[in-house]
């Protein structure tokens, strides 16, 4: 199964709210990559080619496949920056 059909699949059973949210997210999160992820997720929803969204997104291939993944697996909690157990920033 095409991951676009399945992330499409996983977008219909979350709540409006839960939509709403992600649409938010995507529109204008303050951290560039979480906001990143969440673009990617509503184009998939809304039909967009693999392909196009990485060059919309300016992203590789891969990364949209990982977020797609990331999606169906943890659903908004795929959008959160999982850097923040690497400890404080040596700069």
Known sequence: MKVARMVQGK???LRERRRKTI???ARGHEDADTR???QIV???VQ???VLDIAEIVQCSVGL???AAHRFLEQEEAAFADRREDNGESPV
């Open 36 to 38: 990143r992820r969440a």
């Open 64 to 66: 949209v496949y990982k």
């Open 11 to 13: 977008w219909m059973r």
């Open 23 to 25: 649409r938010s997210v």
């Open 47 to 49: 039909g967009k080619r």
């Open 42 to 44: 509503v184009a998939l």
